[in-house]
């Protein structure tokens, strides 16, 4: 059920990837000044930083900070094919005019660790900008070792915030399917810790090499805000080459007060999931090399027809994976190669006038 149980706070069941099982790809909350506007939908504003799913009837949290007034809200969810879910229960909520947002600590390592202290060998200030979301620096994280890791340097008092957010950019390279990191805080300076959000490496969920931008709330049931607190990140992959490249991490914390208008609203009803790519691309298959069945996706900055054919060595096409009308987000297709031969193929995408063709290997 979609519900507000704070003043900026939105929450809601998550769905599965198919009815009530698996794990959807990514949700759409959109809002508008009348009811009418969300209704339809594709005029509504998108919020910004909607959580990545969990798993199926997991509760899921959003906070945001608008403008004073009064605010529709509803939210879609889409699987990893691009199958979009129906809308949910639209909702309503007024807010005050006398919240705030302070940021507590704000880098782009740029010009070094700035909040944050070194982790060890198995941390490292990137050069370059292939794995930087900005800028030519980042964080890099390796390895799953006690120095794989990265802490603010100083404890913060947080005591006085109704809510707090970590909002960051990440990239994942060469990291195998269940291997993850994790967002960490310290209610007490770094003598303990809690785990606030793991992200696991998952085709269709979070791929290798694509960024992805992540804002993470700690509400204040679960974490204690106090005059010592801290964050860090840590990395559990399995080896030197598995990294994770994090920037632009902002924590911020939101004071003041804000007025509600709560409903009781009918069940949420999410089945699918959504995505925002800013342009078309075609990403490299997973796994690769691979045996027999093999994942590719594909990014659509707007709906148009899409056509994804693989091609032999010798050019020959031997199968079509996609012939059919997308609408905008991300999906993902498989080959099932199981009567194919061993050796290296082509698959060629064509979307509207974009065309794009990478490689992979089938080994058998």
Known sequence: MLALIA????????????????????????????????????????ATGEPAP????????????L??????????????????????????KSEGDTVS?????????????????????????????????QGVRSIDLQSNTSASLFTTTTGRNVSTYASMEVDFWFKMVSLESGEDFWLQYSANGGTT?????????????????????????????????????????RCDASGIY???????????????????????????????DVVRPDSFGLEQNYPNPFNPTTSLAFLLGEECQVRIDVYNVLGRQVAT???????????????????????????????GSHIQTRSMMLLK
């Open 7 to 46: 003043a900026i706070a939105l929450t809601w069941t998550a769905p599965g990837d198919d009815g009530n099982v698996g794990t959807a790809t990514v949700y759409d909350l959109r809002y508008a000044s009348d009811s009418a506007t969300v209704a339809g939908w594709t005029t509504a504003t998108q």
């Open 242 to 272: 598995d990294d994770v490249y994090i920037d632009e991490v902002i924590w911020r914390g939101k004071t003041g007060s804000l007025q509600s208008a709560q409903e009781d609203p009918p069940a949420l009803t999410l089945e699918k």
């Open 67 to 92: 403008p004073p007034g009064k605010y529709w809200f509803a939210i879609r969810a889409r699987d990893e094919a691009g199958n979009q879910a129906p809308l949910s229960n639209v909702i309503s």
């Open 101 to 133: 947002s302070v940021v507590i600590s704000s880098d782009d390592f740029e010009s070094g660790y700035g909040s944050f202290t070194d982790g060890g060998a198995d941390c490292m200030r990137h050069s370059g900008t292939t794995y930087s979301h």
């Open 193 to 233: 810790w809690q785990t606030v959000a793991a992200f696991v490496r998952a085709v269709g969920q979070y791929d290798n090499n694509t960024f992805y931008h992540m804002v993470v709330n700690l509400p204040k049931t679960t974490y204690a805000y106090t005059s010592n607190a801290k964050l860090r990140f």
């Open 321 to 351: 994976l996609a012939d059919d009308r997308y609408p905008a987000g991300r999906h993902v297709v498989q080959w099932n190669a199981r009567g194919a031969a061993s050796g290296a193929y082509f698959y060629r995408m064509q979307a």
């Open 54 to 65: 969990r798993p199926a009837g997991t509760t899921e949290t959003q906070l945001l900070t």
